[in-house]
């Protein structure tokens, strides 16, 4: 009984001096997270020797890569089409064994991408210099956009370019997929009419 006791006070002291209101001086480290996606998207035009297999896009800076569009496996992402001329986003990378030359992951043809779009609930227009004009009462409507990495950004929400057509946009993110007809100039929705009467 002697050795219980001798125990369960020695347990005692242990969980008391255990318990005391002493705070450690522990430093705060704050840790920022880098919200800066770096773009490894290349602006340019399409240029004259844009061929069948192959792009050649003349760069903002007025360089001129020429990149291939087909790989072993697989062939280039290309959305709105190649006319030279237009502005157009790529993502590029090196592929071994393609003698050194470029692959183009991905093509936008930005100049596409410009104009009016229409849902059922949104209506939009892409205007160049990464403005975005909404023509609803929506309660979150789009105000700027930008390429990054690929995807296209209008204002906080991030969409991969599903199919970009000479008359449709289809965008995905996590959500699902969002399908927009593209409006001529100078024309009303059956909505928009609605309201205004």
Same mark, same amino acid.
């Given at each position: 009984?002697? !050795? *219980? ?6 347990? $005692? ?5 255990? $318990? ?5 001086? =522990? ?18 035009? $399409?240029?004259?020797?844009?061929? &069948? ?14 990149? !291939? ?5 697989? $062939? ?6 190649? *006319? ?17 030359? &470029? ?8 100049? %596409? ?5 229409? %849902? ?10 990464? !403005?975005?004009? %909404? %023509? ?5 409507? +789009? ?14 929400? !991030?969409?991969?370019? +599903? ?14 997929? +969002?399908? +927009? #007809?593209? &409006? ?5 929705? =059956? #909505? ?6």
């Amino acid at each position: 009984m002697k !050795t *219980f006791n001798s125990i369960f006070v020695l347990i $005692c002291i242990f969980v008391l001096s255990g $318990c005391n209101d002493k705070k450690k001086n =522990v430093p705060v480290i704050d840790v920022v997270a880098d919200t800066t996606a770096v773009d490894s998207t290349v602006y340019g035009r $399409c240029g004259d020797g844009t061929a &069948m297999h192959t792009l050649e896009l003349v760069t903002d800076k007025g360089d001129t890569i020429v990149y !291939t569009l087909e790989g072993f496996d697989t $062939c280039a992402d290309v959305q709105g089409g190649l *006319f030279v001329g237009d502005r157009i986003a790529v993502i590029g990378e090196r592929v071994e064994g393609l003698n050194e030359d &470029m692959f183009a992951k991905k093509i936008i043809n930005l100049t %596409s991408l410009l104009g009016q779009w229409s %849902s059922l609930d949104k209506q939009f227009e892409i205007i160049e210099g990464g !403005t975005v004009v %909404s %023509s609803t009462g929506e309660p979150k409507p +789009y105000t700027e956009w930008k390429i990054i990495n690929g995807k296209l950004v209008l204002s906080s929400d !991030t969409f991969d370019i +599903y199919s970009l057509g000479p008359d449709s946009l289809y965008l995905e993110n996590d959500n699902g997929i +969002y399908g +927009y #007809k593209r &409006m001529q100039k100078g024309k009303t929705n =059956v #909505k928009s009419v609605r309201m205004n009467n």
